[in-house]
């Protein structure tokens, strides 16, 4: 729970996670790689969140990428691996229960379990906490023409008379 005394109602500043939560299975609820609960959040922060990730899958699962900046922790009792590639190149660690890993925003990870006897206590908490650019941003610049985000980058001053 989050209270904060500057608010003028304490409601507008944190939720409760129900006890009741359902889990969502990605990328097939029939089949799932993982299942996902959405935890108590902060409604004034919208782009931060936090996830507890149950891996389903062993040896393959489908990656995952987000646009926020990840910081994942092991609180299960079973191991978990995590694949993710990074300028080309695939990459694999073992996350041993109490490992915690920082995951930059975009990267494609996915987490799997070494054996089917692992799924009841395999647990991942994941805060997904937002940059400092919008997904308003992020949107427009990634619907620009491919000549257009170099342009943008390099302008420093108005170009244009008001």
């Not at 939720?15 to 299942?35: C, H, I, M, V, W």
């Not at 040896?59 to 300028?87: C, E, F, K």
Request: aromatic share 8%; hydrophobic share 35%.
């Amino acid at each position: 729970m989050i209270c904060s005394p500057s608010l003028p109602t304490i409601q507008t500043a944190w939720s409760f996670a129900k006890q009741n939560r359902t889990a969502l299975g990605y990328p097939n609820p029939k089949r799932p790689d993982y299942e996902f609960t959405e935890l108590a959040h902060n409604r004034l922060h919208p782009h931060t969140r936090g996830l507890e990730i149950r891996p389903r899958s062993v040896d393959t699962a489908a990656a995952i990428s987000t646009p926020q900046h990840q910081y994942l922790y092991n609180i299960g009792s079973t191991p978990i691996v995590m694949r993710w590639t990074h300028g080309g190149t695939m990459r694999v660690a073992t996350l041993a229960s109490g490992d915690s890993v920082y995951v930059m925003p975009f990267v494609p990870c996915a987490y799997h379990l070494e054996s089917d006897a692992d799924a009841d206590t395999a647990c991942l908490l994941d805060l997904r906490i937002g940059g400092t650019v919008t997904p308003e941003a992020r949107i427009a610049l990634g619907a620009m023409h491919p000549g257009g985000l170099e342009r943008l980058l390099e302008e420093d001053r108005q170009w244009y008379r008001e």
